[in-house]
């Protein structure tokens, strides 16, 4: 027994890379990270990392800044973990002396090592979390133009176009203002912000101007192409990251609203922008290095594969597939193709990710076993060297792609598994998966916020479970068998996970991955790589110059790679075009709208429960090792239950689900606490939309001349267009194949550019105002496929009877004839009216001679009462919201649908404070998000989706209408 103490005394390191210590590094690790980010922590540290470390000049950064962080939690945090390390250290020395009680001794110690072991990893954690934590953008330096020089990393294209931006990633080294104000406290303040920047990465887009420019250095600076690796010098603005804020309200179970400002977090841009300016940006350095190395691969790619051409411009070539398998170019896909890969659960094949590392890691591995076999029959098996072959060729293929967080983690996962397999690391699968997932957390702490890090652990967490226990398999039918089971089981957990991340699965996932899996692992990755062989035999060949001149001539072609690839390439689009319009039928679940019988009264919150409970059960009763055989059979049975009553639930067609449409429908008509009509206001950025919702029993239209019900759902205005061609509008209606009403208050692009995403068969009816229909006509084509009506003045359209009264939505401006020029004058103003008690106004961009002409019509229909919602004219424009008119009105929730950082400085600080002198509550929708609006007769509620700090309680909640 003291022969075993005193050998492991004797290894350190086993003791550290134990199942047990090896869980609480882990734990320790995670904790330390995660509190890195929350509360005071970060914040502290974002606010004074700048002024302590980045503001100091010369030898200032010792100890003055340290002294900027004495006074907050930050140290007194740190000073604790390390006072705990030397506690522990403490605990562990006390083993060299002898003690009479050497039981409770050997429990202190082991106790001793647990808390060594734990506030290390806790505090190792803390300190590279905070450290490698992105410094976010000052305020200061929003919409200010500055001077930035760095590296280019990323970029989708080479040049912009008039329909499509260059989205690059730069890598900031030097930061600078432009134009300095000459108020020297201000330039200091702002210059101290820049250096926040620098070592920083921020976002940038580079547009297509919209006049040609006449100065020739603007053309010249238009038509130069920009690559990854090259360092430039160019003229900026930024803002800080922001995103769109568009939940679903009164939906439980819809999938998860992509989070913008978290992906850009988790990604390390700390800004977004666009290039001022181009004339004045300057080429400083060419790629270089492993940059230049994947550029020179690039175009070898694109010139092989029958594009042509010196430019690269992947997003409009079928070759992208290729870039994007072989060489981890992954910004070559469009949002199309991203759409296609998310519905048919294929996106881990297309990421470089373990899959392809480890399949090149393999393939060296074997090839090396087999050359050396043939060289040492005799000690080929002993052999280190193919180890470290195949480790070299995961790195490299990693560093290839661009050494991006997937393929990162995908080359630490292969190491230690080659370690593993070795037999020279005399650690188990466990412990191995824990050590993986120490080194990526330790060299990527961000990877800790990165769902794929824990998609991907997981996955191989489900395999190893799986196969535990279980001999080889044998033949082809066995492998057959071994990863139609593999795959199954991925199926199911991945389902769960996904449903439970993002509310979504792919009913396609489990057929396209037997399918496509297979498929690009063992013939597209392995011949896209052979074309790289061929293409560097081929130079090999031309520079030894033993060829004959007509065989050189079409090695000088590449004519054996790049015939290779155009097949392939070809096969990759086809196959592709298979699976877009498969996504398109079937795609995800749940979607929105998720099936004919869910409403808002639909408990989807069990259906969703009851996927996951399906999808977990049934591999319980499969995929875990050691179970008894009779719980077995109990989770079979019940995932079986569970997944028939999913289906009995989410079926269209079943019972439960028409029954639940009957009961919401009479409940939305004699219920008195459901809301008669709900209102949201959408974040889209600059611009407007809305929608609208009736609960009310349904009429007959009268926009179709009383042959179709009057249609529930109704959007005023649809914000701007998408350059995403498969992109939805925010609030689409909830029930698949129910056309909607729409009304365009006028044809700015901020308005109606959204009707592009739309179709004829999905519009029951489209008002617009005279003037403007002609402006509509040049944006979409089958305006003459919809039944439109003309809104002026007088009109109204009926929603629905509510105790014995009409709800309405009346149409006060413009009046017939209009005829001025400006077409924010020709807005079509809704008013939603209860009978004769107004409800809501839709204003547009109307401005105050507008204002003026309906200030005495709505004074008379309010009588005293204020009205309970308004959306402010114009996105707040200093030339709408008069004094008068917002007196008159008296709101109580005023609405400005502007972009949070929006070039025209909507709201105007004029129009705020004449807001904040007339109206109760005033709400922002860049600042708040969407705005969700509830009214009944007995009362209204308005809901924001961010619910900021410093909003007074009386802006919340319900409100009585009286």
């Given amino acids: 027994m003291s022969g075993a103490t005193v050998n492991k005394s004797s290894h350190p390191a086993r003791l550290w890379l134990s199942p047990a210590s090896l869980a609480q590094q882990l734990a320790g690790l995670v904790a330390g990270i995660w509190l890195s980010r929350q509360g005071e922590w970060g914040a502290d540290w974002q606010s004074r990392s700048s002024a302590g470390f980045g503001a100091q000049e010369g030898g200032a950064h010792g100890w003055a800044a340290f002294m900027t962080l004495s006074d907050n939690l930050l140290l007194l945090a740190l000073l604790l973990c390390w006072l705990m390390v030397a506690g522990a250290l403490a605990a562990t020395l006390t083993r060299a002396f002898p003690h009479p009680a050497p039981g409770a001794e050997s429990r ?4 001793g090592v647990l808390r060594l072991r734990l506030s290390a990893a806790l505090g190792f954690g803390l300190v590279i979390g905070l450290h490698q934590q992105p410094l976010v953008m000052a305020e200061a330096l929003t919409r200010q133009e500055l001077w930035l020089e760095g590296q280019v990393e990323q970029v989708n294209r080479a040049l912009p176009t008039p329909d499509d931006s260059v989205r690059l990633v730069l890598r900031v080294s030097r930061c600078g203002l432009f134009q300095p104000t000459g108020e020297p406290a201000a330039d200091a303040g702002r210059q101290a912000a820049c250096q926040r920047l620098v070592d920083q990465r921020v976002q940038l887009r580079r547009y297509w101007p919209r006049k040609l420019p006449r100065n020739v250095a603007t053309r010249e600076a238009l038509a130069t192409p ?39 977090w988790r990604e390390g841009i700390v800004a977004t922008g666009y290039v001022r300016q181009l004339s004045l940006a300057q080429r400083l350095a060419p790629p270089g290095g492993l940059a230049a190395l994947r550029l020179h691969a690039e175009q070898a790619l694109w010139q092989r594969c029958g594009e042509g051409g010196a430019l690269v411009d992947w997003p409009d070539s079928p070759c992208r597939w290729l870039a994007a398998l072989t060489l981890g170019k992954v910004s070559a896909l469009t949002h199309d193709d991203w759409d296609t890969l998310n519905a048919t659960g294929l996106t881990h094949l297309v990421v470089v990710s373990g899959l392809h590392v480890g399949l090149m890691a393999s393939l060296v591995l074997g090839l090396s076993f087999g050359v050396l076999r043939l060289w040492r029959p005799g000690g080929w098996r002993f052999s280190v060297a193919p180890w470290w072959l195949a480790c070299l060729a995961a790195w490299s293929f990693a560093l290839l792609a661009g050494l991006a967080p997937p393929a990162l983690r995908a080359a630490l996962m292969v190491t230690v598994g080659l370690w593993m397999a070795s037999g020279r690391s005399g650690l188990g699968v466990w412990q191995v998966w824990m050590l993986a997932l120490i080194l990526v957390l330790g060299l990527d702490p961000l990877a800790l916020w990165r769902p794929g890090t824990w998609l991907s652990f997981i996955a191989v967490a489900v395999l190893l479970l799986a196969w535990q226990g279980r001999s080889r398999p044998l033949g082809l039918r066995g492998w057959c068998l071994a990863t139609l089971r593999s795959q199954w089981l991925l199926t199911l957990v991945m389902g769960a996970a996904l449903l439970l991340s993002r509310g979504q699965l792919s009913w396609l996932s489990l057929p396209m991955n037997l399918v496509m899996a297979p498929l690009v692992t063992l ?10 062989g061929l293409a560097g035999l081929e130079q090999l060949l031309l520079f030894t110059g033993l060829v004959p001149s007509w065989l050189a001539a079409m090695l000088a072609d590449g004519v054996f790679s790049s015939r290779l690839w155009q097949l392939l390439a070809q096969g990759m689009a086809q196959t592709m075009e298979v699976l ?101 206001v959408h974040d889209v950025g600059q611009g407007l939309a809305l929608s609208l919702r009736s609960h009310l029993a349904p009429s007959a239209s009268e926009s179709t001349g ?20 498969g992109a939805r509008l925010p609030g689409a209606p909830f029930v698949a194949g129910e056309p909607i009403g729409v009304i365009m208050s006028h044809g700015d692009g901020d308005h109606a550019g959204g009707l592009q995403a739309l179709s004829a068969e999905e519009i029951a009816a489209l008002w617009v105002p005279a003037g403007q229909r002609a402006r509509l006509e040049r944006q979409v084509s089958w305006l003459d496929e919809v039944a439109m009506r003309e809104c002026v003045a007088g009109r109204s359209i009926t929603l629905g009877q509510l105790q014995g009264r009409p709800v309405r939505l009346e149409m ?12 924010n004058a020709h807005s079509c103003v809704v008013l939603i009216a209860h009978g004769a008690r107004p409800l809501a106004l839709l204003t547009g961009d109307i401005g105050q001679q507008q204002e003026r002409e309906l200030q005495e019509t709505l004074r008379q229909r309010l009588a005293g009462r204020g009205l309970p919602l308004l959306v402010v004219a114009h996105h707040g424009s200093r030339t709408s919201s008069g004094d008068a008119w917002l007196e008159s009105l008296a709101a109580r929730h005023a609405i400005v649908s502007a972009g949070r950082y929006n070039p025209h400085g909507h709201p105007h600080p004029d129009v705020v404070e004449r807001l904040a002198r007339h109206v109760e509550c005033l709400w922002h929708v860049g600042l708040d998000g969407a705005l969700y609006w509830e009214w009944s007769p007995q009362g209204e509620r308005l809901q924001p989706a961010r619910r900021a700090g410093g909003i007074g309680v009386r802006c919340l909640g319900v409100k009585s209408a009286e």
């Fill in 523 to 532: 013939l597209i990755v392995p011949i896209g790589m052979l074309g790289w």
């Fill in 706 to 725: 009383g042959s179709r019900q009057m249609p529930k759902y109704w959007r005023y205005d649809l914000g701007a267009a998408s350059r995403n061609t």
């Fill in 812 to 823: 006060l401006w413009p009046p017939p004839g209009l005829t001025t020029r400006r077409d």
């Fill in 108 to 111: 202190r110690s082991r106790l």
């Fill in 580 to 680: 877009s319009s498969l996504a398109s039928t079937q795609g995800r679940w749940p979607q929105v709208p998720m099936a004919a019988g869910q409403t808002d009264t639909t408990p989807s919150a069990l259906i969703q429960t009851l996927a996951v409970m399906a999808l977990l059960g049934a591999w319980l009763a499969e995929g875990v090792p050691g179970l008894d055989g009779r719980l077995k059979r109990l989770c079979g049975s019940v995932a079986l239950c569970w997944g028939l009553t999913l289906a009995a639930l989410a079926s269209p067609w079943s019972p439960p689900a028409l029954a639940t449409v009957t009961r919401a429908t009479e409940a939305a008509s004699v219920s008195p606490r459901a809301p008669a009509l709900s209102l949201t």
């Fill in 226 to 264: 920009w690559q990854a690796g090259e360092r430039w010098r160019m003229v900026v603005r930024l803002v800080p990251p922001h995103g769109a804020s568009n939940p679903a309200f009164g939906r439980s179970a819809s999938p998860a609203e992509f989070d913008r400002v978290a992906w850009l």
